[in-house]
């Protein structure tokens, strides 16, 4: 099967990147209904050609990209196949491989094919700093489409899972080791210890200052996202019979962190720290 | 209060080290009865005096004090208080805030005053790696005891619980992230990608397979105590209103390895992955 025309859902901040790595003369599409201004304005600098209505992009594409939070993976498979469309369908979100599999499950009611993906690393803007694994049977269809580009595509040669088995096995240290430092950073502080704890560190564990300020900086703003991601990675786990419970913590913990949704990169650790001593509302 | 006699509950590989800290001319005492064959070589070789009885070195001592596994710390307080005993007792486990205050209660039971203490490193053999940390109103009494040793006093100058507080909050941490790390290479393995998580830790994360490796080795053969207490600091989180989840699940992963007790260091990180996904029995 050639691939002459991918539709991007969406172009998110990584999915942006995702659709700029696809190569000439490949086109890409995407659907504007319902976007944010943001969206809109980064698919534009992109060049990417929007077709309005997500039953356009369906119709004008050989393969669907989904990159978007992973709470809403299914749900956008579960749209795109109602559509009727019968390409091939790329789920590139941080699910777990069960829900990898309902999102094929999905997308072959509509007459699919199924590729499963993960993203490793920040949005592909310099070549070398994020890969896209794939597997499943068609995965090596999809790799050649980001041949020399920012986005390295990894098959893994590998059933479909694979991929998001290990983006959850990745992201499940990277965040789930995150949540862990700030949530003992914020106990720490509520025993009254926490300059105890920072000397200890300072002499011991000389990194982890710096991390746990880091962490807050770059992870608050994401948190919304990042809860459903770890309870994907807590349901991974939990099929494998290990312990889940690193990351339904982790997930509570990104949700006490949800408020700092918009803010820059940068939240000081002082207000994460506070925001994790005071559950969310009605929690 | 002058501290002219110390009673060791027990020289095990860290308590020895603790003992050998106390500066001349103060005197160590211990009590052989019921404890294994390489404690005896570990007291004699430090020049402890053996009383023989919990009960002879109680009467004999100004101070006890307790290092033992987080478990049994509390049992520890009471079977000494039942003794009589008046003096100074330091519990220096690993133990949550609320822990150490059941303990102080025990304590006070039997007449003594309390003192909380926490060790941060390994048994305390070359000066500069390891502290003992210290709270309570009688803390400042305790500190001097170890001047110019290999186990730094730190007296944190925070009500009895501070010490404690600190060392859940360190160790949950170190301990907390090796049993993540570990059972996230576990799952890896489970869903047959560990390769190629490896691969991915080489590029973006150069210390993370060593990491695993050395967790493996080191944390495995002290796995049966390290449950326990990963349990304490679980509450230590859950006392704060902080999500607990971290911890259970890393003490129902050591739980997992605590087949591996007596082993020299060095277990390969291919077993314990291997133990991690084999549930204990009855579990």
Not at 36 to 64: Q, Y
Not at 272 to 279: C, E, G
Request: aromatic content about 6%.
């Amino acid at each position: 099967m050639t691939i002459a025309t991918v539709g991007l859902l969406h172009p998110g901040a990584m999915g942006v990147t995702a659709g700029a790595a696809v190569r000439e003369p490949v086109r890409v599409v995407w659907a504007s209904g319902g976007r944010s201004r943001e969206t809109r304005a980064r698919a534009a600098g992109a060049g990417f050609e929007d077709l309005g209505t997500l039953e356009a992009v369906t119709a004008a594409s050989d393969a669907v990209l989904s990159v978007c939070p992973p709470h809403g993976a299914l749900a956008l498979a579960e749209t795109v196949a109602a559509t009727g469309f019968d390409g091939l369908y790329v789920d590139a979100n941080a699910v777990s491989p069960a829900t990898a599999l309902e999102i094929a499950a999905a997308a072959a009611a509509g007459g699919a094919r199924f590729v499963d993906g993960g993203i490793v690393g920040p949005p592909a803007i310099r070549p070398g700093t994020t890969r896209l694994y794939l597997s499943g049977d068609a995965a090596a269809e999809v790799a050649p489409l980001f041949e020399d580009s920012a986005l390295e595509a990894i098959d893994l040669d590998a059933k479909a899972g694979a991929a998001s088995a290990l983006k959850m096995c990745y992201a499940g240290f990277t965040k789930g080791s995150a949540a862990l430092l700030l949530s003992l950073r914020a106990a720490a502080s509520a025993y009254g210890v926490e300059d105890g704890l920072l000397g200890e560190w300072a002499r011991s564990q000389p990194g982890l200052e710096k991390r746990s300020v880091r962490a807050a900086a770059t992870a608050a703003p994401k948190a919304w996202r990042f809860a459903g991601e770890m309870e994907e990675i807590a349901s991974t786990l939990e099929a494998a019979g290990l312990p889940d419970g690193f990351h339904r913590a982790a997930a509570e913990a990104y949700v006490r962190l949800a408020g700092f949704r918009g803010e820059p990169e940068g939240v000081a650790v002082e207000e994460v720290v506070a925001a994790l001593l005071k559950p969310a509302d009605g929690a």
